[in-house]
């Protein structure tokens, strides 16, 4: 990596991503930009504009920071791609060169890495997932196109290859990206982040025989996340303890059909309930609310091939409420045995022993709970992978801060 000052103009920052929404891409993003935009400045974030977002034009979004709402039109996610990488290159025609652009996806990142020296001076791609991987689990009907796995690939491979810095909260992603033909040395870990103003420490809820046990699951509702787990699991907990489900996450039309009938029974009995995402501050409210947290996480190659950094798991540590997550690589980097407990993947039984064990000792929460938190404080609140991720382009690109700008000019004048 050089470390030569970039001589282009900016950071542009351009996602496929809908922002600003309650997903954790969406608090991903907002956190890095704004770290970018406080130490450097001239930060410009391309993201789709969520149905919400009224306005779209330019919008200050923090100190540096300027957010440009795109559009992605389409019937199918190709079209939508085709559509967002058009909308990108008219907003990009007659700009200058930029110093860095920071790409999380090759729905973005391909058009730049094709045309790298033209369009700036150093490219960080910031790999959380890649769509070779992914998009079977998100749209079951091309996983057996060839074609289409072929051309991803070789677009991921040029991203790859043309970055200057690869970005990823992942160990197990890290290793996936060097067997993929990544430089080790180009490889930066910056797990994601809680904001702990926001998921505040609460202890766990006392156990009451009296009332059914309320187990949360949120994220994603697909089965490379483990809902159908987390279901089971319930059905198992009910034939011995009142238990109630509450599942909270984004769904497609068919996906909340599918859901509800997998539910079934749980759905009649109002065992289960289904919530919309919720904004941050309420999400944590419902933790606060709840007596654990699943996070059944299976064994895929999405989660065990690939990796992830779970934010939910993180979030729910944070809380307090304590956790019931798969005993998986991608969990054990972020919290051990004494900060949650770890099951076997893929069994429902083994939530269901976990949770009935959590109920029949009342310090065994707790504990968990008090070290879990610890934890997060310790390793994972948003200002450190904020620094982390400055301190990666400072030493990578050997961009100097906009304080420090400030600083030579003031000198240079006087």
């Known amino acids: 990596m050089s470390s030569a000052s970039p001589s282009g103009t900016g950071i542009i920052y351009a996602s496929f991503d809908r922002f600003p ?30 149905g919400s977002t009224v306005s779209t034009g330019p919008l200050a979004l923090a100190e540096g920071v ?35 652009v920071h ?3 090759i729905f973005e990142g391909y058009p730049v890495a094709r045309r790298k020296e033209a369009l700036t001076d150093a490219l960080v791609f910031e790999v959380n997932g890649l769509p070779s991987i992914e998009l079977k689990y ?56 809680v904001d702990l103003d926001v998921f505040r420490y609460a202890p766990p809820r006392a156990w009451d025989a ?12 697909t089965s490379w996340q483990g809902v159908h787990h987390a279901i089971e699991a319930c059905r198992l907990l009910r034939r011995d303890v009142p238990a109630v489900l509450t599942l909270v996450g984004p769904l497609r039309r068919n996906g909340r ?52 950094c779970p934010l939910k798991l993180l979030e729910a540590m944070a809380t307090g409420t304590p956790v019931v997550a798969s005993n998986l690589p991608v969990v054990r980097t972020l919290a051990g045995p004494d900060e949650v407990m770890l099951i076997r993947p893929g069994s429902p039984k083994a939530i269901s022993e976990a949770v009935k064990a959590l109920r ?4 065994l929460g707790p504990a968990l709970s008090a070290k879990a938190r610890a934890r997060v404080e310790r390793d994972f609140p948003w200002g450190r992978a904020q620094t982390s991720l400055v301190s990666a382009y400072e030493e990578a690109f050997g961009m100097a ?14």
Not at 210 to 221: A, H, K
Not at 360 to 363: L, S
Not at 401 to 414: E, G, I, L, N, P
């Open 257 to 308: 059909r599918a859901l509800m009938d997998r539910c079934g029974d749980l759905l009649l009995e109002g065992a289960v309930e289904i919530l919309e995402p919720l904004p941050q501050a309420e999400l944590a409210r419902l933790h606060h609310a709840c007596d654990v947290v699943l996070v059944p996480l299976p064994v895929n190659d999405r989660n065990c091939v690939q990796g992830c």
């Open 360 to 363: 029949a000792d009342a310090t």
């Open 66 to 100: 300027t957010y440009h709402p795109m559009e992605a039109r389409g019937r199918d996610l190709v079209a939508q791609a085709l559509s967002f990488r058009a909308h990108l290159a008219g907003w990009w025609r007659g700009r200058p060169k930029a110093a860095v």
């Open 210 to 221: 009296d009332r059914p046990v309320r187990l949360l699951y949120s994220g994603t509702m």
């Open 21 to 50: 929404a309650p997903k954790g891409a969406a608090v991903h993003i907002r956190a890095f930009v704004e770290a970018l935009g406080a130490a450097f400045g001239g930060v410009d974030l391309l993201a789709l504009r969520d």
């Open 103 to 105: 790409v999380r996806s």
């Open 401 to 414: 801060r906009a304080s420090t700008r400030r600083s030579t000019s003031a000198s240079a004048s006087d």
């Open 138 to 193: 998100h749209h079951p009907d091309v996983a057996e196109d060839a074609e289409l796995l072929r051309k991803l690939v070789a677009q991921e491979d040029l991203c790859i290859s043309r970055a200057d810095l690869l970005v990823t909260p992942s160990e197990v992603t890290a290793e996936y990206l060097v067997k993929r033909g990544a430089d080790a040395g180009r490889v930066k870990v910056i797990p994601n982040g």
